[in-house]
């Protein structure tokens, strides 16, 4: 055991399976008492049950550890309150929030359903407004902790899953939102993309050039929840790991720009100025689906 998070109190969902359990087992084993949420869901988000949250609360106790279950269901207001209700009455403060339950259903977007498109957004996105809401007001008035999201490198866009990379990239303007509303009050917020082994990444149907283990996700989410990082003022960052890597996204920025000369901008002054200064952006994700639809011609099993 270490002590990077030692006294804290720190509240995971979907921590039952995959990345969120390794990062409760984590948190853990570095000394705070965790909450330990999973609905106990299958990938399309069906069948809950109790008992998967409750048997890594299980492990966390014969590893000597502190945890207790919250199974709600996190896309809920009441369920993002509960478990920071509960890390208050147990533990008596929260110090940080990982947000990790997620769901899939995959669909191309002219085929995709309601059905299809809002749960994947209620657990993703509202599913971290929920518990980032909740815990944000009790973190403003201990005067600090530690909120992070879970995003994807499909919130660059995907082929087959619009509604997840929807979610996705609006988590990564919630995270920066929390990042510049809460900064006066010492609260920090993050976002990571992890590309690791479980049940959701068996799913992929291309072959993962960079991919690692549940328990490389969670030594970054033990540093970001840790003093260190906040000492490092570390706040409104994406920051992918894969394995033996870790990368950090650029911020959104204007890369050019052209004023209108002589009058208001209309189509045709548009059309004669925008090409040739403004210009684009390349796509690297339709460059590479460009590439994968030629290994894939060739008969190759294509790389992602
Ligand atoms: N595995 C990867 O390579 C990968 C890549 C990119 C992003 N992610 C993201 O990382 C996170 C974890 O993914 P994983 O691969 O460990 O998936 P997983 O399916 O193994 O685990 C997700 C957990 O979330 C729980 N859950 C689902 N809906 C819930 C709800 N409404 N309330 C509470 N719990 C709920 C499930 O029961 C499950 O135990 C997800 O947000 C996923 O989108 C994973």
Redesign the pocket.
């Known amino acids: 055991m270490g002590n990077f998070l030692a006294g804290k109190v720190v509240a995971v969902?979907?921590?039952?399976?995959?990345?969120?359990?390794a990062v409760a087992l984590a948190c853990a084993a570095e000394g705070a008492r965790v909450v330990v949420?999973?609905?106990?869901?299958?990938?399309e988000?069906s069948a809950?049950t109790s008992e998967?949250a409750e048997a890594v609360v299980k492990e966390i106790a014969a590893a000597g550890g502190e945890a207790v279950a919250v199974a709600?269901?996190?896309?809920t207001m009441a369920?993002g309150q509960r478990i920071v209700d509960v890390a208050l009455a147990r533990y008596g403060r929260v110090d940080g929030v990982v947000?990790?339950?997620?769901?899939?259903r995959e669909r191309m977007l002219f085929n995709m359903a309601e059905e299809e498109w809002d749960p994947v957004v209620?657990?993703?996105l509202k599913?971290t407004f929920t518990v980032f809401r909740a815990a944000s007001a009790v973190m403003r008035k201990q005067g600090g902790g530690t909120l992070i999201g879970?995003?994807?490198?499909?919130h660059q866009g995907s082929v087959a899953q619009a509604n997840?990379s929807a979610a996705?990239g609006g988590i990564i303007s919630l995270v920066r939102s929390a990042a510049l509303g809460l900064h006066k009050y010492g609260v920090t917020a993050n976002a990571v993309?992890?590309?690791?082994?479980?049940?959701?990444?068996a799913n992929?149907p291309m072959e993962?050039a960079e991919?690692g283990e549940?328990e490389d996700?969670a030594a970054l989410v033990v540093y970001l929840l840790s003093e260190r990082a906040r000492d490092e003022g570390i706040t409104g960052q994406v920051y992918t790991v894969a394995g033996p890597k870790i990368a950090v996204w650029a911020q959104p920025r204007e890369l050019r720009a052209a004023y209108a000369q002589g009058g208001a901008w209309t189509p045709e002054r548009i059309a004669q100025c925008l090409p040739g200064t403004v210009g684009t952006d390349p796509m690297p994700m339709l460059a590479r689906l460009e590439a994968m639809a030629e290994a894939a011609a060739r008969g190759a099993r294509p790389n992602a």
């Open positions: 969902t979907g921590a039952g399976r995959g990345i969120g359990r949420n999973d609905y106990g869901v299958s990938m988000g809950p998967v709600d269901d996190i896309s369920g947000c990790v339950a997620g769901i899939l209620a657990t993703h599913g879970f995003t994807s490198g499909n997840y996705k993309a992890p590309v690791a082994r479980t049940r959701m990444s992929v993962l991919i549940p996700v």
